[in-house]
């Protein structure tokens, strides 16, 4: 699904030039679950909104489902992001003046969904994160598991082959980050390609495949099932 | 202490540029219209105040109906002042003005100019209207025959001095003895004359109070009840005018009976200090004000100050929201309820402060402007006036106040730990009172589109209309009563050059010019039921053809009929008026009043003309009736090509030789005509302006809001695009709750639009309809401009990069 070759992406300031990622190269097969993990600053969130196309890299090759894309225009990311891709972040990203319903909605909306098949597939996703009788509740009533389950729902409604994780359990407690885990493992189990960054080992043990990152580059990989 | 908060002040200010630079512009430019204009207003209101006994002042105007015309006088007849003042003791003194002869020419030297402002006067007029005198004595300056006064301009244009008393100057060829020189009268004067000559020159039919010609003006004795005065004048009718009116009208045995057949002749007085506001009658002096447009021109700086106010508020407001954060802090760190509401209001009033200080600059620079198109002579010294500028200093602090308080105390409010989580972002679209501000300044700006429109197209209306005359290319030569017995043969010179198509001599023309009224009967015998009056114009043989007029019945005056002398020719509404539905071959009576006493006339109709606009387009036509006669005041020259300038100067060279020393001034008929609308197009000019100016300031409003919007929102923006929202997704969802408002504004003013400009419409007879069109107009034109507004921001905003703002945690 997934396969980059030297990919560079440089950060420049007024004073300084950080080499975000130093020609990566790794490769995500369709269905696989991999975790990326790597000390703060080495890379990770970069990487990250390079594969779910929010951002463009500097030099490199980035072949998504066998096409060139790194040098796709803005228009054309977009597209193919917003059939193709889900994100889950750390701060859940809800909006705060939209329900529940309203949240999930957004991206069938984007898509160009009708009214009835939207409601359908927005009642089917909030079943499955078991957040469904939560449905008129605005973010702010929620939980933080329970806020980030709707972050899930939202990422997986469109039915994306790929879901981008950003520390998906970085502020929530254990008991929580597992629910979050679990649903993650049963929409990779389900056939979705996941690729998510964390720091927590045991969140990574979820997966079937760990990238080690230091300063933009991969060190080593853990093949784990 | 107060130091301590300004400096803050400064140092916030400061940090947010952008933001105070858009406030401050905005107030300084409400500001700036509001002082432009108070003075305006203040001037307006300051008419004829100056004169000491103002207050008890009065002028003896008359409404006068009869046979088929309708008279709105602001002349008497000559009896009128002095009868008043002998039978009633409340009229302390009388005096009149005597001006129906109209321009003079004065010599100097070996030339002879066109004096415009000259009038005849009582002795009496410096009793009533005493005037800085600078030499003579004004007290005794009219008693004998041949004097006159002059102004400080006169006397320094034909003496060089303003010591000019006891001089001759010579007036129609009349010697005149200088007996006294005054300062130019006021500006804020409804009349300005530059000779006064005495009224023992004029040569008039006197004891007549059936004519009406004298500006008279009484003054009436401390504590007299003015409205209560009025109720004599029925005395004067039944015992003085109804006596000669029996001469003309012997079947006539009292007012009431006059009354009775539809008639009228009434008399009211005027007070002084209301003639420049509200009179607006016939012969007045000078082009009076308006105290409709006051009104108008009150309500817009009202508004446009309210929607600088407004945005003042609006953005403070919106952005007090991004500085929760830093309220929460100060709160948590003990800074009290009062600290934070001082810090705010120090902060607004400090920019209301820099707004009125840049207002003034505006305003001080601008004010030459403004007094071209609202053709007035506002001093910029007055804006520092002692009765003008303390207003101007408070109002800043009263804006500032009302401006922090809001917000102070909104945000004043806030409970800490909320702020803190930085969880006020709903405030924003929800917020009723920034959305109704909103409304209201489109609401304004949408009217004021639409009264633009409508003005400009009731003047294109009066360009456009058929008028019953062709008014271009018609070059009128004025004052040409100077050429005497060469008149003809000037007229018959300048028809020889190329490019002149035809001239007539009549100083009768439907552009502002003679006028002359007089009455008639379709029977021997007049009484009130067959009387006509109406304006009688002398003209001559060649008149309807260079004045394009049509013939629809009868024919045109002819060298071919012996008999022309007493023929006339009536427009249709005489015609009408009269009850005839062919008048040709029907008979006119006139009396006719000179030395020998009084003489029966009887005149022939030999046409009738297609009725033409004679007056404004402001009023119904009248009856008319033109007479074959002899009067040069003007000769009008029909022309032809687009050469002009070579051909006025030929014609000048002929008037040169035939009239040497003679001024010679010409004027063009579409531009007299047009000059009759100066107050409308004034109107248009204001109009236009402050659209654009409300527009300006509602936009900077808007546009503040939307930035500071946008700013707030730029988490879900990146959020939404990331879920696939694209550019004009998001450009849409930004600017749908503006374009809402403003379609709510307009839905507002429409109705408020539509009844104003119909009221403004009711000032003519002859009108335009108000079309659906115009409406959407202008709401189309404040959708396009707020969008424009909006989306400027929106799309700066949905293109940012969604990866820089969600990093912002
Ligand atoms: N927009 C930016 N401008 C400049 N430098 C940036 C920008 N975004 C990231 N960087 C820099 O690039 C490097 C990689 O950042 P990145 O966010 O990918 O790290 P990360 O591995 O996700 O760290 P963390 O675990 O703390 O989230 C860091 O040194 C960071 O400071
Ligand atoms: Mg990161």
């Given at each position: 699904m997934i396969k980059i070759t030297e990919l560079e992406k440089v950060y420049r300031t007024e004073e300084v030039e950080t080499i975000a990622l130093n020609k990566l190269t790794m490769e995500v097969k369709d269905g696989?679950?991999?975790?990326?993990?790597?000390?703060?600053?080495?890379?990770?969130?970069?990487?990250?909104?390079?594969?779910?196309l929010l951002d463009d890299p500097d030099n490199g090759s980035f072949m998504f489902n066998n096409i060139e894309v790194a040098h796709f225009n803005e228009r054309k990311r977009a597209d193919l992001r917003k059939h193709n891709i889900g994100f889950v972040f750390q701060s859940f990203n809800l909006i705060d003046e939209l329900t529940v319903f309203e949240n999930v909605e957004l991206p069938l909306i984007y898509t160009g969904v009708k009214a009835a098949e939207r409601k359908k597939r927005v009642e089917e996703v909030l079943d499955k994160v078991q957040i469904m009788h939560r449905r008129n509740h605005y973010p702010q009533q929620l939980s933080g598991g329970q806020q980030q389950r709707v972050a899930v729902a939202r990422a997986v409604v469109n039915h994306p082959k790929l879901i981008l994780a950003d520390e998906p359990t970085g502020n929530l407690d254990s008991h929580n980050g597992n629910e979050v885990m679990e649903l993650l493992t049963e929409l990779n189990e389900q056939g979705t390609t996941i690729v998510m960054v964390t720091h927590s080992e045991h969140d990574a043990r979820y997966s079937h495949r760990i990238i080690r990152m230091l300063d933009g580059q991969t060190v080593t990989e853990n093949v784990l099932v | 202490m107060f130091k301590n908060y300004f400096k803050i002040a400064i140092r916030n200010l400061w940090k947010s540029k952008g933001f105070t630079f858009i406030n401050i512009a905005g107030l300084a430019i409400g500001l700036s219209c509001f002082i432009l204009i108070a003075l305006y207003v203040v001037d307006e209101l300051?008419?004829?105040?100056?004169?000491?006994?103002?207050?008890?002042?009065?002028?003896?105007?008359?409404d006068i109906k009869f046979g088929g015309n309708q008279l709105n006088l602001c002349v008497s007849s000559d009896p009128m002042g002095p009868t008043l003042k002998k039978d009633y003791p409340q009229v302390e003194e009388y005096t009149r003005i005597y001006s129906s002869e109209g321009d003079k020419l004065v010599r100097k030297g070996n030339d002879y100019i066109n004096e415009e402002k000259i009038v005849y006067a009582d002795s009496t007029f410096f009793r009533i209207f005493p005037q800085t005198v600078l030499s003579g004595d004004a007290k005794t300056a009219l008693f004998e025959p041949n004097t006159v006064v002059l102004s400080e301009t006169a006397a320094k244009k034909y003496f060089s001095t303003t010591n000019a008393s006891g001089q001759t100057i010579e007036i129609d060829k009349k010697p005149f003895k200088v007996t006294a020189v005054i300062k130019d009268m006021p500006h804020n004067s409804h009349f300005h004359f530059d000779f006064i000559m005495s009224m023992k020159n004029v040569e008039y039919g006197w004891n007549n109070y059936l004519s009406h010609n004298f500006q008279t003006y009484i003054l009436l004795k401390p504590g007299t009840d003015y409205h209560a005065f009025e109720k004599n004048f029925q005395q004067v009718l039944d015992k003085y005018v109804l006596v000669q009116a029996k001469q003309y009208m012997p079947g006539l045995n009292s007012m009431a009976e006059f009354r009775k057949s539809g008639n009228y002749l009434d008399y009211f007085l005027m007070p002084l200090t209301k003639i420049h506001?509200?009179?607006n009658r016939f012969p007045e002096f000078e082009a009076?004000?308006?105290?409709?447009?006051?009104?108008i021109f009150s309500a817009v700086a009202l508004f446009i100050l309210l929607i600088a106010c407004i945005n003042f508020m609006n953005l403070s407001t919106a952005r007090s929201v991004n500085r929760a954060k830093e309220v929460g802090i100060r709160k948590v760190l003990g800074t009290g309820k009062k600290n934070l509401v001082a810090q705010f209001l120090s902060e607004s009033t400090l920019m209301a402060i820099i707004s009125l200080a840049l207002a003034v600059a505006i305003a001080y620079f601008t004010l030459p402007l403004f007094n071209k198109v609202a053709a007035k002579s506002l001093n910029s010294k007055s804006i520092f006036s002692s009765n003008f500028f303390p207003f101007l200093v408070a109002l800043p602090f009263v804006v500032g106040v009302l401006a922090g308080l809001y917000p102070a105390f909104f945000l004043s409010k806030f409970k800490p730990v909320v702020v803190l989580k930085g969880k006020i972002n709903a405030g924003f679209k929800k917020n009723i009172f920034r959305s109704g501000l909103?409304?209201?300044?489109?609401?304004?700006?949408?009217?004021?589109?639409?009264?633009?429109?409508?003005?400009?197209?009731?003047?294109?209306?009066i360009q456009t209309t058929n008028l019953g005359f062709n008014k271009s290319q018609v070059l009128m030569i004025q004052g040409a009563g100077a050429l005497e017995k060469n008149d003809a043969v000037f007229k018959n010179a300048v028809l020889e050059l190329p490019g002149v198509k035809s001239g007539t001599m009549s100083g009768y023309l439907p552009v502002t010019s003679s006028r002359s009224d007089n009455t008639y009967s379709k029977d021997a015998v007049m009484d009130p039921k067959n009387a006509l009056s109406m304006q009688s114009w002398v003209v001559d043989y060649d008149y309807i053809n260079t004045m394009d007029m049509q013939i629809v019945k009868g024919r045109n005056f002819s060298k071919n009929f012996g008999t022309d002398s007493t023929a006339v020719i009536l427009n249709e509404t005489a015609a009408r008026v009269l009850g005839y539905e062919d008048p040709v071959g029907k008979k006119l009576y006139q009396d006719y009043q000179d030395q020998n006493g009084t003489r029966k006339i009887v005149l022939n109709v030999i046409g009738v003309v297609k009725d033409f606009h004679f007056e404004s387009l402001r009023q119904n036509i009248f009856p008319l009736g033109l007479r074959l006669g002899h009067n040069n005041s003007i000769i009008s020259f029909k022309i032809s090509g687009t050469n002009v300038k070579p051909l006025i100067s030929q014609i000048q060279n002929k008037w040169k030789a035939l009239a040497p020393g003679m001024p010679f001034s010409y004027r063009f008929?579409?531009?007299?005509?047009?000059?009759?609308?100066r107050a409308e197009q004034r109107v248009e000019q204001v109009s236009i302006t402050f659209a654009i100016l409300a527009i300006l300031i509602a936009c900077l409003g808007l546009f503040g809001l939307v930035t500071y919007m946008a700013e707030q929102r730029t988490k879900e923006i990146g959020v939404r695009k990331v879920l696939g929202a694209t550019v004009p997704n998001l450009v849409a969802m930004l600017s749908k709750d503006f374009l809402k408002l403003v379609g709510i504004a307009s839905l507002i003013a429409f109705p408020v639009a539509w009844w104003a400009m119909h009221k403004w419409l009711?000032?003519?007879?002859?009108?335009?309809n108000i079309e659906w069109w115009v409406f959407l107009l202008a709401a189309f034109i404040a959708l396009f401009i707020a969008l424009l507004t909006?989306?400027?921001?929106?799309?700066?905003?949905?293109?940012?990069?969604?990866?820089?703002s969600l990093r912002t945690e």
């Open positions: 696989e679950f991999v975790a990326v993990m790597g000390p703060s600053g080495c890379g990770k969130s970069t990487l990250l909104n390079i594969l779910g | 300051s008419y004829d105040r100056f004169y000491p006994n103002a207050e008890r002042i009065y002028r003896v105007d008359a506001l509200y009179s009076n004000g308006n105290i409709q447009y006051v009104y909103v409304v209201f300044q489109f609401f304004t700006s949408i009217v004021l589109i639409i009264a633009t429109v409508v003005v400009f197209k009731q003047l294109q209306f008929m579409d531009e007299a005509f047009t000059n009759m609308y009711q000032d003519f007879a002859y009108r335009i909006v989306s400027v921001q929106a799309i700066k905003a949905a293109i940012a990069n969604p990866v820089k």
